[in-house]
């Protein structure tokens, strides 16, 4: 009897590549009839993570699966596991790498696989086709390609194709105005501002924040900081820095409100705007988000 191949997927375990996955396994389990496995990285036990098994794993599997997605320490690490087997134990193994196309693009491939051969995809499709290859399957039951084109519907482009975000999609903006007191040199009198600022999702699907940084020419004073769920994050270095321990989660078209505080005195002569640049970091993205609001100012003569 023949021992049963075996094909070892490196991957996401987020939820957002649940349908991506699914497609490698139907190809995997109903075209080639080989068992797949996909890293247990998630799995503890007794507070240690099971190395042993990844390893393991991937020893014993013929094929190797890796979808290159940046800033991923799990992925990276066992991707090394691999390609090192392979170079310097196990020859005949054979490894993809399968690298979305705007990383080459964008000049953003990580540079510790720049020197290993890889393998682009512009879309979903083509991401199929390639594994396809890989496995030199020309010819595939009518079923079976109907069911991988029904799965290829359910994933949204962006989840691998882009930076998933664009300004359009999701965005940071306020609606509110800086009240500044009227200049005079003579005087040192603080005035406080709470703004309202928003990050709005119009992507398809949720999304899950990881960090936010918020940075501006505006003359703040010691105090001013940002309040996000009753946690405040003050300014450091001229930027508001918050780095979540557990994502928050945006639906699709819900806005997530935080709290703008800025503290100023009437020694300074101001703009009649300022620009704001944000940098939004997502579970979902594999780069950052980048864009900028406007936030105007308005003389308070009360002070």
């Known amino acids: 009897m023949d021992k049963e191949k075996k094909v070892f997927l490196i991957t996401s375990c987020d939820s957002s590549f649940q349908e991506l996955n699914h ?22 036990k007794d507070g240690q993570i099971l190395l042993n098994t990844i390893y393991n794993s991937i020893k014993e599997s013929e094929y190797i699966l890796i979808d290159v997605i940046p800033d991923n320490f799990n992925i990276a690490f066992e991707s090394g596991i691999a390609y090192v087997l392979r170079e310097e134990i196990l020859p005949s193994k054979k490894i993809l790498f399968l690298v979305p196309q705007y990383l080459f693009n964008e000049n953003i491939v990580p540079v510790d696989i720049t020197g290993i051969k890889l393998t682009p995809f512009t879309d979903i499709n083509e991401y199929k086709n390639k594994i396809l290859d890989f496995f030199n399957i020309k010819i595939i039951e009518r079923n079976i390609e109907d069911e991988l084109n029904s799965i290829i519907k359910l994933i ?32 040192n009198h603080s005035i406080y501002n709470n703004l309202s600022i928003f990050i709005k999702n119009n992507f398809n699907s949720k999304i899950e924040l990881t960090k936010i940084i918020i940075s501006s020419n505006f003359p703040y004073l010691r105090g001013s900081g940002i309040t996000l769920f009753s946690k405040v994050y003050n300014l450091i270095d001229n930027k508001f820095k918050i780095q979540l321990e557990n994502p ?11 709290i703008m505080r ?8 101001y703009e ?8 939004l970091n997502t579970i979902q993205s594999n780069t950052k988000i980048e864009g900028s609001f406007t936030i105007y100012t308005k003389i308070d003569e009360k002070y």
Do not use: C, G, H
């Open 272 to 279: 009649d705007k300022y620009e704001f640049d944000y940098i």
């Open 248 to 258: 928050i989660t945006i639906a699709n078209d819900q806005e997530l409100e935080m």
């Open 23 to 44: 497609l490698v396994s139907v190809i995997v389990k109903n075209v080639l009839k080989y068992k797949l496995i996909i890293s247990e990285r998630d799995i503890e």
């Open 262 to 269: 800025f503290s100023t005195n009437s020694k300074i002569q």
């Open 156 to 187: 949204p482009n962006e989840i691998r194709l882009s930076k998933i975000i664009k300004n359009k999609e999701i965005f940071m903006n306020s609606k509110s105005i800086i009240r500044v007191p009227k200049y005079n040199i003579n005087v």
